[in-house]
């Protein structure tokens, strides 16, 4: 009998540890980051005529650490594209996201898990971002359920403007309805120093400097600049190549590094 009982206790104990080594990232506590913009964010590169090419850099490959929540709210693995059930009036392909996603973890391994949240839409302008508005509110619910299974929202990634360049009136109201965006955000998230690092734009309409200087010169604490000027375009002059992204993915994380941690939501 004692012998039995021991072999029970034996196979109990390995029962356990076999579960905890399987369990799913999903159920672990999640460094959050959430994406938001428009199409640079969202994916454009290797889209040619409406087809995305389907190539995907080492750079942006799956990770079993990197999770992705999905349009309906759950937690699944992270792959490209990783906004094909959020911008889904486009075909989309490459962003930035697993990029940034294995750049920071090959950096700073103390990270476990990161969970991306998609919410880009592609040709939004910063006015359909304000607070009140869909995209907007959906940001806020995305988060929000982001953090519900345990987590802490670290940065928010922010990529646009290219849409409030072609007109002289929203390129210069930019930097108001850009401030007040970030500060609506921190307030309904109850995160007054989340990290924020956007992207200074690349190439865009008649107006790209009135933006990339409110971009640039934006003084708001804990907001982050990285500047995509000189990244290689797609033939459309718009957006970035796939290799460009895989580019802005890593600077987007050498600024995360530089300027972590910093406060984020946690779930409580």
């Known amino acids: 009998m ?7 206790h034996y196979t ?24 938001a913009g428009q199409s640079n964010m969202s994916g454009q590169a290797g889209v040619i005529n409406g087809t995305w090419d389907g190539i995907i850099p080492p750079e942006c490959a799956p990770n079993p650490s990197i999770l992705r929540l999905a349009a309906n709210l759950t937690w699944v693995p992270a792959a490209e594209p990783l906004h094909k059930d959020i911008d ?11 990029s940034f996603a294995n750049s920071v973890l090959a950096d700073d391994s103390s990270l476990d898990v990161v969970g991306l949240v998609p919410c880009a839409v592609g040709g939004t302008k910063i006015s359909q971002w304000a607070r009140g508005t869909f995209l907007y509110d959906q940001l806020l619910s995305r988060a929000r359920a982001a953090v519900q299974g345990g987590g802490t929202i670290q940065a928010m990634l922010w990529y646009q403007g290219e849409s409030d360049t072609t ?20 307030c309904d998230l109850q995160s007054p120093s989340l990290l924020i690092i956007q992207v200074a734009l690349a190439q865009a309409g008649p107006f790209l400097e009135i933006v990339r200087e409110a971009q640039l010169g934006l003084d708001l604490p804990d907001v982050k600049c990285v500047d995509a000027q000189g990244l290689d375009l797609e033939p459309d002059n718009l957006h970035l190549t796939t290799a460009a992204q895989v580019q802005l993915g890593e600077m987007l994380a050498g600024s995360f590094l530089q300027n972590w941690p910093t406060p984020g939501l946690t779930n409580n």
């Open 12 to 35: 109990l104990v390995v029962l356990l540890l076999l579960a905890h080594a399987v369990s799913p990232a999903s159920s672990q506590d999640k460094n959050i980051f959430l994406l």
């Open 2 to 8: 004692p012998h039995t009982e021991s072999n029970v």
């Open 88 to 98: 889904v009036n486009v075909t989309v392909g490459v962003g930035p996201g697993m």
């Open 167 to 186: 007109i002289i009136e929203n390129a210069e109201f930019y930097k108001g309805r850009l401030e007040k965006f970030f500060l609506d955000l921190r």
